[in-house]
């Protein structure tokens, strides 16, 4: 379909647009021609990623001078999807304008997932890959390998062929336009001989859209070696963002328990030890060490360079600002190392504490200044300097250097921000208070901190979702102001969504999760028994989610003793969700492998855990979801209560409110999980009393409240199984899908 949208021809590659899908590219262009922010929620299942794709592509073409599409997933399955979704987008371009609408798109991931290196790729985790592609390809490994060939000896270092041979094309390593999934990409650089990683990393550049991780632009670590030469231009998407929040958090929280300062200590002497022999070796490469680092920073503009025509190619720091930027007790390695010793020794004693303690970055460095002489401003360059120092000396094995490695971003983190961050010491673990197990949790309350830059750098951000609501707030927890915000409705053809609320048993005893519920016998029986039902009126697949792990395992362990799940699995089969990756892997395709064969299962899962944020319900797998009780964060957590209180200071949230809204924008993205096309239908079960105030109804997408009709609120579960077995007789029968097909 080729439509003109307010003076924009738009290249939509379906037959068939929702009227939801044109009010979104409408705000999406408004935001684009405002060149501002926006924040959209447009209901899942209908088609909110092409949408996306299809109008920024359309006003790329229109515009030439608007820049790159920067499209951020979580997962690498949903990369693929975006990737998926591009290229039938382009082959309908190509079809209709031609060559002059060609795209080049590709998806940037990490080394494991590109990796085509035999060896290398077959490495365990992703640490161990990085480590190891280091050793084959790092500047000095190269040249000593060079070397010896050029002197007619033999190499004691091994290459890698894939980057050699990336390497020799120089600027000509460049890929056709097209669109590249990571398995494209692979498949590329095995037919040419190049490296894909190293291939994607380079053509990032020359690309007009580009799918990769959030961490890519939030964690200034990455961002500052991936995505630093992004132009000002840049149209960025946050896609499946409702935790957008959470992951800015995480990406300026550090945690240091004692066997990471053990560990810590260890690598500091492995340095101290490499240091002396460099000195013995090659003193120059050391001292040179250090105006690089400089000359680094200065090309980064984290500092100003010096005057002069050759500014730009030999940045000149004044010595005032030097001193003033990078402390002279830190420029020599030596006196480096020594300074991280230090700081790892003041840490260890601050663990020795017995009780908790909770303090402001800013009392944290005066205590530090006070007993280990190390003062705010050398702590900020920590990172960037042990960075320098790891290249100087040749170590490419930086896994083993993890240790010192999350010291110095501690001490970065903790030198850089007065605000907005606590430091909260607990010597015991909360599950066993009298086993000793301290930590110390620098972390972040302030969400904005982490997305301001981006903010800050690029014309157009856009925050969109499936369950963004209230989306009022997001603004207030990233800080920015939107030019658009919309949350829009879903239109249907027939009624294929149920949402329906559980408050009582068969017996009228009311379910709920509250703290002074939860125990109950009566209340785990009642929700046995609903699982019971529902497992008997429903076809095919059947998705349960609970508040928590050690709630799923409770329940679990009493249905298990009371008969509950033999009674279960007359019906179907049941699989559970378990904090290992793999064995979670599992039993999902072995889930999808009992609805595939007409067994039908259940699966038992938690909400905010792998499955509730990207594993896709959709058709017999999910024809129906329970949402056992409202997920609430652990409200005893000090790092809770302490962003709790920073956001009633600073934004002026209620504790409740934002406890609240974060617990339902948790149910809503489990219940979702099964409606993934409008052609698609599914029951909603919210099993908890706390449902049937508006205080939380209110606060769930409007595309679920709008058909939370009055007769499906407040009912016992014999009366949701007869709303259960009504609904899915109507859908199984025919109807005229008109645009849905």
Known sequence: MIFNLEGLTVYFPYEYLYPEQYKYMQELKRGLDAKGHGCLEMPTGTGKTITCLALITSYQLAHPECGKLIYCTRTVPEMEKVLAELRVLQAYREKHVGEAAAMLALGLSSRKNMCVHPRVAEEGSRESVDARCRQLTASWVREKHNSALASGEEPTTELCQFFEDYEREGPDAVLPPGVYTLADLRQFGRTKGWCPYFTARHMIKCSNVIVYNY??????????????????????????????????IEALSVNLRQQTLDVAGRNITALSAKIERAKQTD???????????????????VLPRGGGEDAIANPVIPADILREAVPGNIRRAEHFVAFMRRLVEYLKQRLKATQVEQETPMAFLAHLSQTAAIDGKTLKFCHDRLTSLLKTLEIVDTEEFNA?????????????????????????????????????????????????????RFDNVFIT???????????????????????????????????????????????????????????????????????????????????????????????????????????????IETQD??????????????????????????????????IDFDRHYGRAVIMYGVPYQYTLSRILRARLEYLRETFQIKEADFLAFDAVRQAAQCV???????????????????????????????????????????????????????????????????YNN
């Open 215 to 248: 961490q890519y632009l939030l964690d200034p670590k990455v961002s500052s070696l991936v995505s630093r030469e992004l132009e000002k231009e840049c149209v960025v998407v946050f896609d499946e963002a409702h935790n957008i929040d959470n992951v800015c």
């Open 283 to 301: 003193e120059r490469r050391l001292r040179a060490e250090y105006d690089a680092l400089v000359n680094g920073l200065a090309n980064q503009g």
């Open 404 to 456: 010192v490695s999350l010291v110095a971003d501690f001490g970065t983190l903790v030198g850089t921000y007065e605000k907005g961050f606590a430091l909260i010491l607990e010597p015991y673990d909360e599950r066993y208070p009298n086993i000793p197990d301290p930590v110390l949790q620098l972390s972040c309350l302030d969400a904005s901190l982490a997305i301001a830059p981006v903010f800050e």
């Open 465 to 575: 979702s499936g369950t963004l609501s209230p989306i009022d707030l997001y603004p207030k927890l990233l800080s920015f102001n939107p030019v658009a915000c919309i949350s829009l409705p879903m239109t249907l053809t027939r009624d294929c969504l149920c949402p329906i609320v559980i408050t009582r048993g068969a017996d009228q005893q009311a379910v709920s999760t509250k703290f002074d519920m939860r125990d109950d016998p009566g209340v785990i029986q009642n929700y046995g028994r609903i699982l019971i039902d529902m497992a008997a009126s429903v076809p095919d697949g059947l998705v349960a989610f609970f508040v928590s792990y050690s709630y799923m395992e409770q329940i679990v362990s009493k249905w298990h003793e009371t008969g509950v799940l033999q009674n279960v699995m007359q019906h179907k089969l049941v699989f």
């Open 581 to 614: 990756v793999v064995e979670t892997s599992l039993a999902l395709d072995n889930y999808r492998r009992a609805c595939n064969c007409g067994r039908g299962a259940v699966f038992l899962s938690v909400a905010r855990g792998k499955v509730a944020e990207g």
């Open 672 to 738: 979702g999980r099964v409606i993934r096309s409008k052609a698609d239908y599914g029951l909603m079960v919210f099993a908890d009393k706390r449902y049937n105030s508006h205080d939380k109804r209110g606060k769930l997408p409007g595309w679920i409240t709008t058909h939370l009709k009055e007769e499906r609120l407040n009912l016992s579960t014999d009366m949701a199984v007869h709303v259960a077995r009504t609904f899915m007789r109507e859908m199984a029968q025919p109807y005229d899908r008109g």
